[in-house]
């Protein structure tokens, strides 16, 4: 294979001093408004001394918003006599995206969590994932990337991580998903796992965790409150910021199959017959899809193809055939 040029990305901060920087990573971005343009994308430095790094992300989805308040917040009031090692936090990782609240770039139309291993020499999304790849995410020991439902989809409040070869790893990064106490934790199965952002960083072998923490494309007190504290008790029980972490409880889901999925085989308007957090058995209406283009006529039916607890639903009230309806979790009495 041939040698890949270096990214175009530079960050106005040094990865290697102590103490607290806040600055950008410039993409040089040249277009009509702005010749000699660049994408300056927020970035912060946290370091005291030797010790493991964490690597802290939001708005991988330019349209989820808990984990980008969260990590503004973290930012700003860590302090680095608080931690041993290194926090590199970037609140926006898809700075387009985030800027134009959209879940994909409006620049390339790409989602960035599809786009790993990227390349230095392509659109702008994928020079984003480039740098990712082959510089941020070989600093880094713990990464977190925190995600939300967005515009389409509405999650119970969840940290997840995913089953990977690796024992030690996988328990490792399960261990700080129970310190982060959501009100769930989620041994999370992928429908499609290629160019994902998490993948390339459990490819490397880091300890990887990332967060559904609402959704709608909006965040609440309560969603945002419980990012704050769960990311802060997960930094702690890695060792990074100081002091113990407190003990939230959480309930372990699994989703242990592709029937968790459910997706629409219909167009039309959404009625559903469940809400997030209820329980159903294999055969329950899950929701009906109402036609919209005449009366009279039955709406169709989606039936759960399995039991468990209903985690996430589609958010608009209109729904097109393939869009996701629900996502389905099996209760586990412990880890
Ligand atoms: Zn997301």
Redesign the pocket.
């Known amino acids: 294979m041939s040698e890949l040029r270096p990214s175009p990305i530079s960050s106005t901060t040094d990865f290697e001093a102590d103490g607290c920087q806040h600055g950008f990573l410039r993409l040089p971005y040249s277009r009509d408004d702005s010749a000699w343009g660049s994408i300056m994308t927020p970035i912060t430095i946290i370091q005291n001394g030797k010790g493991p790094t964490a690597l802290l992300t939001g708005a ?2 330019g349209d ?1 918003y808990e984990g980008t308040i969260a990590l503004f917040d973290l930012a700003r009031y860590l302090r680095p006599d608080e931690i041993n090692g290194r926090v590199i936090i970037v609140p926006a990782m898809n700075y387009p995206a985030f800027q134009a609240g959209t879940r994909t770039s409006p620049i390339d139309r790409m989602n960035l ?1 599809r786009a790993f291993p990227g390349r230095p020499d392509g659109t702008v999304t994928e020079k984003i994932a480039d740098y990712f790849q082959r510089v941020l995410l070989p600093m880094a020991d713990v990464v977190v990337d925190l ?1 939300s439902g ?1 515009k389409t989809l509405d999650f119970l409040p969840f940290c997840a991580s995913h089953i990977v070869p690796d024992k030690v790893k996988e328990a490792e990064s399960f261990r700080l998903v129970q310190a982060f106490g959501a009100p769930y934790s989620v041994k999370m199965l992928e429908i499609d796992t290629v160019g994902v952002y998490e993948t390339a960083a459990e490819e490397m072998g880091k300890v990887v965790f990332s967060t559904e923490l609402g959704g709608g494309g909006t965040s609440t007190f309560s969603s945002v409150d419980r990012t704050k504290r769960g990311l802060r008790n997960s930094l702690k029980a890695a060792g990074i910021i100081k002091g113990k972490p407190e003990q939230l409880p959480t309930q372990w889901l699994d989703m242990p199959d592709a029937d968790c999925f459910i997706f629409a085989e219909h167009t039309g308007l959404i009625e559903f017959c469940v809400d997030l957090g209820s329980m159903v058995a294999k055969g329950d209406s899950i929701a009906r899809i109402w036609p919209i283009d005449r009366t009279g006529v039955d709406p169709s039916v989606l039936l759960a193809r399995r039991s468990g607890i209903v985690m996430g639903r589609h958010f608009p009230g209109l729904v097109k055939i393939g869009d996701c309806v629900a996502t389905l979790g099996e209760i586990l009495d412990r880890q």
């Open positions: 991988n989805h989820e969590n995600h967005g």
